[in-house]
């Protein structure tokens, strides 16, 4: 499987898993009976959740106590295998039993809306939003594998900028050269700033607050961009913020931007280009 074939994968989990995070009355169980179908019915992530849970003997009622007269309880174990395949063998026997509904199982539980679809996607958040983020960090580890193993046949890859507009350069040695004008070529690093600026409400695990300052940094370095006249100490002050930025969460950067078009490079390079740029 290709990185495209990856990536037309995860986005077509995300969309059903979305689908029945955000289930109503009327179409909970035809959401989750299409998720069960996709997730099965696909060799890669059938093979992650198998590979995840093999051997682990747990019983999903001890998980999810439905058996009980009064409300029912939910106590996830602390071990992430038996947690998973309770959260699976749920699904199938919410999927399986015909006597059994997503409403049905929703309303065991004590909630505190009194609106079914609430409590409905709160239950589901509840009983299957674990599943759903294994299988989503997993197809995005798939993509990191895909790419470095892509970056070690391919051999390195050189970036070499040329600093004035009539320069040339040339470099010996295997790999890929790539060459770039940096001197005056604004329009580029304004697009890569854009794309950069749509990616950040995907990015998972790093608090708002992170996400606003470097949003802020990025959108001074685009106005000071676009100005007759850019401000290179301007530029500089907002690069320190994205350069910690991008040191302090490169980790979940790799991991949450591996499933879009954002990759860790297009940082990296804007960093590089706006250097070149103030120098």
């Not at 991008?246 to 591996?258: C, I, N, P, Q, R």
Request: proline share 2%; aromatic share 8%.
């Amino acid at each position: 499987m290709n990185r495209l074939e990856l990536r037309k994968l995860s986005l077509e989990f995300r969309r059903l898993s979305s689908n029945l995070l955000n289930s109503t009355d009327d179409t909970a169980d035809i959401n989750l009976s299409r998720f069960l179908k996709f997730i099965d019915g696909n060799e890669l992530i059938s093979g992650l959740i198998k590979d995840k849970i093999l051997g682990v003997d747990y019983d999903f009622k001890k998980c999810f106590e439905i058996g009980c007269s009064g409300w029912a309880d939910f106590n996830p174990p602390e071990d992430e295998e038996c947690h998973i395949k309770a959260l699976y063998d749920y699904l199938l026997f919410i999927n399986n039993d015909d006597k059994v509904s997503v409403r049905g199982q929703a309303m065991r539980y004590c909630w505190s809306s009194r609106k079914i679809n609430d409590n409905i996607q709160s239950f589901l958040d509840m009983a299957f939003k674990p599943l759903i983020d294994f299988i989503n960090d997993q197809l995005s580890m798939e993509m990191i594998v895909y790419d470095e193993e892509t970056k070690t046949m391919s051999g390195n890859t050189y970036i070499q900028n040329i600093e004035t507009v009539n320069g040339s350069a040339s470099q010996q040695n295997s790999g890929v050269i790539n060459t770039c004008n940096t001197t005056n070529d604004t329009s580029s690093m304004i697009t890569l700033i854009e794309k950069l600026l749509a990616s950040l409400p995907e990015i998972q695990g790093v608090d708002l607050q992170e996400i606003e300052n470097v949003k802020d940094d990025l959108e001074m370095v685009q106005e000071q961009l676009k100005s007759a006249v850019p401000k290179k100490n301007r530029i500089g002050k907002a690069l320190v913020g994205i350069k910690k930025f991008a040191g302090d969460f490169s980790m979940k950067l790799a991991v949450t931007l591996a499933a879009g078009a954002v990759t860790k490079t297009d940082w990296s390079l804007l960093l590089q280009q706006l250097e070149n740029f103030i120098k």
